[in-house]
């Protein structure tokens, strides 16, 4: 079994040691995180090593290189390079291999717009399960990896985007930004993890994909917002100005949220269902 956690793995970790039973060894893994970090986690699988690359960050890497640099100077530490790690369970190394060169063009074009990166090292961890996704705390993430013979379908699904394949990876690796390095006080404020996340991995669509990709995901991610969206702008913007239904909104809106309307809102959900939207 390997284990992969928040932090850097000391060098002379994994040691050895005697467990509850006489005849008992068990390994001891310690891990280090020199930055504030949101939380601790840890996962432990049958991994092996697929890749590693040391990164060299450049002013001119990425594609927004310029513009980050017209931003305010970086005050503190900032990190030069980036050590990527890949592991992977046994039955995903080539794709571990494949995903290894997307990693680093990511992590470096993130750094390219924020001029810095949270942490000095990243491992990336392939994990089979039935559908895509992943989860990212501090110095690492779990990408999952659906099986070809798995019997869910994704399809429909609203960060499904069938010109985007690298949509995950790009996602949960802006995490290590957007979540772990600017993180959150309460839940209120949990769109800051994953709106700049879901933004930075539209970005990265942009550059890497294209323009067009680039349009599609915000139109696909608008039209998912609007339907799910239980409410609708307070007010409802008209030819001859602002609708002055505003107060009577609240007075008339049901007890229930699902079902809380007013003529404002109703207008406005109507007109932007008829336009296909």
């Known amino acids: 079994m390997s284990v992969v956690a928040t932090g850097d793995m000391l060098p002379d970790s994994p040691t050895t040691m005697y467990g509850p039973l006489p005849t008992e ?30 990164i060299a960050f450049d002013d001119k890497a990425g594609g927004d290189a ?17 050590d990527l790690v890949v592991e992977t ?18 992590l ?3 750094q390219s717009i924020v001029g810095d990166s949270p942490y000095g090292s990243f491992t990336l961890a392939l994990v ?39 949509f995950f990876l790009a996602h949960e690796i802006a995490h290590q930004w957007w ?12 769109w800051l993890s994953e709106g700049f996340a879901q933004y930075f991995a539209a970005l990265y669509g942009q550059h890497h994909r294209g323009e067009d990709t680039f349009t599609d995901i915000l139109r696909q991610l608008r039209r998912w917002s609007i339907a799910q969206s239980i409410r609708a702008p307070s007010t409802w913007a008209t ?21 809380r309307c007013c003529t404002c809102s109703a207008a406005w959900w109507a007109t932007r269902r008829s336009s296909g939207d």
Not at 72 to 78: D, K, L, R, T
């Open 25 to 54: 060894r068990v390994k001891v893994y310690e891990f280090r995180a020199d930055r504030p970090v949101r939380y601790l986690s840890v996962l432990v699988s049958r991994l092996s090593r697929a890749d590693r690359v040391t």
């Open 66 to 82: 310029d513009s980050a640099k017209t931003g305010p100077a970086m005050v503190g530490s900032v990190n030069e390079s980036l």
């Open 89 to 106: 369970q046994p039955r995903q190394v080539g794709r571990g291999r494949e995903l290894a060169p997307r990693a680093v063009d990511i």
């Open 108 to 110: 470096t074009f993130y």
């Open 128 to 166: 089979e399960q039935n559908l895509p996704g992943g989860h990212s705390p501090g110095y690492f993430a779990a990408l999952h990896q659906p099986l070809p013979n798995t019997g869910v379908t994704w399809r429909n699904d609203p960060a499904s985007f069938e010109g985007f394949p690298e």
């Open 179 to 190: 979540g772990q390095a600017v993180g959150w006080r309460n839940y209120h404020e949990q």
């Open 239 to 259: 030819g001859s100005g602002t609708c002055a239904t505003k107060a009577a909104c609240s007075e008339r809106s049901s007890t229930t949220r699902a079902q």
